[in-house]
């Protein structure tokens, strides 16, 4: 695996995870881990895991959130247990790095959330497969080495926060005229295109959101100040 040019290195905190990827919760539906049932489907495609301790790191970096397109691997619609439907699987290969310790290579492991049914995980939580660490525990430092032209981090929140009350008399002024020009009748769902390209002239802090974000804080503008 090659080193990500010229890394950015992003610091997180660890935290407790469900237990449910590695095994270590007694009351998961699959005593192996998830990541043990998962891995030798990977392999199949292509991703060798086999050096990754079968359990992932949870990496807190409240109160940023993780951003991220053009993945190394994007696994579609895999059927790895019969407990529930397919679902995609998404990682980037990083720099892992536990205190003083050198840095080891490393995933991050994205389970597609529109297809994550159980254990989700908050916005600000990213799940991490790495060789097994020393010194590892709740509450240590663990800094990650990204690709800054795929990975990135935003302040959700407060941009959330900021682009409703963007929002705010704009719609108290305009009622269902605002969202005309974002979709083809008032029926439509708002097209993200279309409402990107207007935040590019009007907000463009604001395109950092994904897609689904800036929906629901369409609906949410509309909920809160529409008729």
């Not at 991490?128 to 990975?151: K, Q, S, T, W």
């Not at 900021?162 to 009622?175: C, D, I, P, S």
């Amino acid at each position: 695996m090659a080193e990500p040019e010229q890394p950015v290195w992003i610091t997180g905190r660890l935290i407790r995870g469900y237990g449910v990827a590695s095994g270590r919760d007694p009351g998961s539906p699959y005593p192996a881990g998830t990541i043990s049932l998962q891995r030798p489907l990977f392999a199949q495609r292509g991703l060798d895991l086999s050096d990754c301790f079968a359990g992932t790191l949870n990496l807190s970096l409240a109160p940023l959130e993780l951003r991220s397109e053009h993945p190394d691997h994007c696994f579609e619609q895999l059927l790895w247990t019969d407990r529930h439907p397919p679902e995609t699987f998404r990682f980037w290969r990083v720099l892992v790095r536990c205190g003083d310790s050198p840095a080891v290579e490393g995933w991050i492991y994205q389970p597609d959330p529109q297809t994550k049914q159980r254990h989700g995980q908050p916005p600000q939580v990213v799940e991490v497969l790495a060789p097994p660490l020393e010194g590892i525990a709740p509450g240590v430092e663990i800094a990650l080495g990204v690709d800054p032209n795929r990975l990135w981090t935003i302040e959700g929140t407060r941009l959330w926060a900021r682009l409703l009350e963007f929002f705010k008399f704009r719609v108290l002024a305009a009622q269902d005229a605002f969202f005309r020009d974002w979709r083809d009748s008032p029926s439509d769902a708002v097209d993200p295109a279309r409402l990107r390209l207007w935040l590019l002239g009007a907000w463009p802090e604001a395109l950092a959101l994904c897609d689904r974000d800036l929906l629901a804080i369409c609906d949410q503008a509309w909920r809160l100040y529409g008729p």
